[in-house]
């Protein structure tokens, strides 16, 4: 498939939807049942965009969105686009404070919310002076936004696009302080959606199985765009639960899912190779997958996960091969219109640890009403720093390291985490591990350890002593702490910063003294 938008002048939903006979493809089924397919989507779409032209919102307005999963909430996005406004999710976990930041920052034309909330964020919205606000419910059935669509023309004219026109902000999740809407374009979706769909042998024979949430880079613009541009069908499923999975995986060809749910999901004795028989592929990204539970799942299945690699900025950036070697560990080769380099804190390509950059019509436009960040974080020739270290091989596979900011420097030598998570969770009595840096008087920063422990839990000095034999003594840690389970977010990614603010006194009484 070709990744050239810059001629269409058509937006996502226009340069990726089915034509002709295809429209009569099954779209979207929810797991009650209902479905539609693509034309009854085309023109449910178009009633809930005059819906939004009614609400006056206009080509280039933010539409900030804060519902539950539902076919009619996918159907919400297509519509936005289609209006040419840009897509705002938002985490369906945010608190009213935390809304007001986003809501402040993006300034949209509209608020759709749950009726549920409607009271509180519709007094949020009159103090941020807000236009309009209307409600979608979680059955996608009921709400202020359907009342006024239900009588509206099936029929919409698509506003036109280009490729550099907006097409959403997606807010970063600020664990370094405030978040920041990286700025995604139609080309950038367009492309992504092709390349991926290309790449992972997508075809309208396909039906995805998801279990992601909406709000999300992976569950929304990975998860559906790719879904449309190979003119495939989706099983919606409310959440993620592993029961509910297995139930519906016969009738579906692919997953997308992040590590925890491949965990969960070989906790399951339904979990086999008779039940998997029928699946194409496994797809897992947002988090590192554990090598072990690469393989363990392949024991049980007979499936190799596909691991790849993506960032709000970004959307994806690297994928193991569809065929070939997926190495565990890895999250595979740059995408085939994705250039990516290595490069130290001057910006000179190495060979080994470094920064990784990438450039290609995934990259971002940059971040919203932030040029300042947008200049930091985006290099004359075009490459953006990812904020990821990671090194490549010999044959070209990308391995994360780490994220810069968990960088250790421990008596001034370099701590890459991941490498001392690797070895701890080779480890028996270990489940998984998250290695933090913490102030330390003498070190600058001590490398920590904080384990999820098996039954029977093994001994604090049981592991430093084979780790001793694994580790060179700069990188072993100091401590290690035992917990009941990491603190994650909803993607499934270890929260370090929480785990830093929980132990941050934790080497105090070595400056003390006692």
Request: proline content about 5%; some cysteine; charged content about 20%.
């Amino acid at each position: 498939m070709s990744t050239d938008t810059s001629a269409s002048g058509s937006g996502l939903a226009t340069a990726l939807w089915p034509r002709g006979a295809a429209g009569q493809r099954e779209f979207l089924r929810e797991s009650s049942g209902r479905a539609i397919n693509y034309d009854e989507a085309r023109a449910r779409s178009a009633q809930l965009a005059h819906a939004l032209a009614g609400l006056k919102v206009r080509a280039a307005d933010r539409v900030a969105v804060q519902v539950e999963k539902s076919a009619t909430a996918v159907l919400l996005y297509l519509a936005v686009l289609r209006l040419g406004a840009v897509y705002l999710p938002l985490n369906t976990a945010y608190t009213e404070a935390e809304l007001a930041y986003f809501l402040g920052d993006a300034e949209p034309a509209l608020l759709v919310c749950t009726p549920e909330r409607a009271a509180a964020l519709q007094a949020l919205s009159a103090r941020l002076q807000l236009p309009a606000l209307a409600t979608l419910g979680s059955d996608g059935e009921s709400g202020t936004l359907i009342d006024a669509a239900a009588s509206l023309s099936p029929h919409f004219e698509d506003t036109a696009r280009t490729s550099d026109d907006l097409a959403a902000i997606l807010y970063t999740s600020g664990t370094t302080g405030r978040s920041k809407g990286a700025m995604l374009t139609h080309g950038n979706l367009i492309a992504n959606a092709r390349t991926l769909a290309a790449l992972w042998r997508f075809t309208a024979a396909d039906r995805l199985l998801h279990a992601l949430p909406l709000f999300h880079i992976h569950g929304l613009f990975v998860a559906i765009n790719v879904t449309i541009a190979a003119g495939a069908s989706v099983l919606l499923l409310p959440r993620f639960d592993a029961t509910l999975l297995l139930r519906h995986l016969p009738d579906a060809t692919v997953l997308m899912g992040v590590p925890t749910h491949y965990i969960r999901l070989l906790a399951e004795p339904a979990l086999s190779r008779k039940a998997a028989a029928h699946m194409r592929l496994f797809i897992c990204g947002s988090a590192p997958l554990l090598p072990e539970t690469h393989q363990a799942f392949r024991e049980r299945t007979g499936h190799a996960i596909l691991e790849r690699y993506g960032l709000s900025e970004t959307g994806m950036n690297c994928s193991n091969p569809y065929e070939g070697e997926r190495r565990p560990g890895s999250v595979g080769l740059p995408l085939p219109d994705v250039q990516l380099r290595i490069v130290d804190q001057a910006g000179a390509q190495v060979a080994g640890v470094g920064m990784i950059e990438v450039r290609g019509p995934n990259v971002f436009a940059g971040y919203w009403r932030n040029p300042e960040r947008t200049h930091e974080a985006i290099r004359a020739d075009g490459y953006f720093i990812t904020g990821d270290l990671g090194q490549r091989d010999a044959d070209g596979y990308v391995t994360i390291v780490g994220r810069a900011r968990d960088l250790i420097i421990s008596g001034g030598y370099n701590v890459y985490p991941r490498e001392v998570e690797l070895e701890i969770d080779a480890l028996p009595g270990v489940l998984e591990s998250a290695v933090i840096g913490l102030p330390h008087p003498d070190l600058g920063e001590a490398v920590t350890a904080v384990i999820v422990p098996a039954k029977p839990a093994p001994e604090e000095a049981q592991l430093l002593a084979a780790l001793r034999q694994r580790l060179a003594g700069y990188k072993l840690p100091k401590r290690v702490l035992f917990v009941a389970e990491l603190p994650r977010n909803i993607m499934g990614k270890v929260q370090k910063a929480q785990l830093q603010r929980t132990y941050s006194d934790l080497y105090a009484a070595v400056q003390h003294g006692r």
